[in-house]
């Protein structure tokens, strides 16, 4: 059913200190959300990555493979999960600065930046393979990427404030 | 012609969806719409790009019927589902809710069968019934696992 990796070396390497590194930052950095909103936070990035990918690396459009092969693979499975810390990341400081205004709009050119970087180091360790893909086009998608993650932060903050607040008993 | 049906029933859904009183929080419906996303986007991959065994069709056309129904439809039948059985408390008619949702999924599944967007190839209603009726489950069972934490925190 899903692969094993054609040959373990520097991309699962990546995948496996990633993925051990993000979620220890999680659980290190003081909380601010409720659980809820940070799993919802995390079910989002994970579902979104994995659409996202099947979209484009998958059967129709096939840009660019995702490890070894073009076929679906464990690490394939464990790497989707390195991408949700990212967005908690994003999200976590906004919240904890506070950003308003022109300061949302640069806050995410910068985290458009710094996902730049990200892709590129994950590139050096062979995690994707682009056949119609540029890195350059990955600027734009992740620009529009983490304005989805601004709104659906403040969709689901907004909701939960709504229904913690319906159920305060009135005094 | 795949398009035009499966963009009106699925604007039909979302239309009923939205406006039909709700049992379920809209975190809740949130969380059961991204799971169900989530497991029917891996176990696509898996069948279609490991099993080859289902194959979607090369047209632009072909391609957005094919992702509004499992990103959009799919997802919005089971939460839709998961909020009605709710309401209801006789075992029989949660089994029926249960059981119409899936054959539902699978009707729609068939239904882009034979406009031909998708191409079964050693794959029949039978496996799909089977996967959905999985796929339900797992969203049944992560949802109450769910709903317990948000209805602790929303009563903290």
Known sequence: ?171 | MSFTIYSTISLIAIIYCTVRPKILNTLELTMIFLVVMYIDSNVMDLVMLNLDRIVLGKTGSDRFTFYLSFIVLYPLIISCSLDHLRKVQAKLAKALMVLSAVFLIVGLESGLKYLKVLTYKNWNWSFDLFLWLCIYMITYFLHSLFRKLVLKELNH
């Not at chain 1, 692969?3 to 003081?30: A, H, M, R, V």
């Open chain 1, 1 to 171: 059913m899903l692969l094993l990796p054609e040959k373990f070396d520097q991309n699962e390497w990546f995948i496996i200190i990633s993925f051990i590194l993000t979620y220890l930052l999680i659980l290190k950095l003081p909380k601010r959300f409720p659980l809820t909103i940070t799993l919802l936070i995390l079910f989002f990035g994970m579902a979104y990555v994995q659409v996202t990918d099947h979209i484009l690396a998958g059967a129709s459009y096939n840009l660019y493979d995702i490890n070894d092969s073009g076929k679906f693979e464990w690490f394939d499975l464990i790497g989707w999960f390195i991408y949700p810390p990212f967005g908690y990341f994003f999200v976590y400081f906004l919240d904890k600065w506070s950003f308003r205004g022109l300061q949302i709009f640069l806050y995410i050119l910068g985290w458009s930046l710094i996902a730049m970087l990200v892709e590129w180091i994950s590139l050096k360790f062979n995690m994707f393979k682009y056949y119609h893909w540029n890195f350059f086009y990955s600027y734009p998608v992740y620009l529009l990427t983490l304005g989805i993650y601004l709104l659906f932060y403040l969709y689901i903050t907004s909701a939960f404030k709504k229904l913690k607040s319906l159920r305060k008993p009135v005094n």
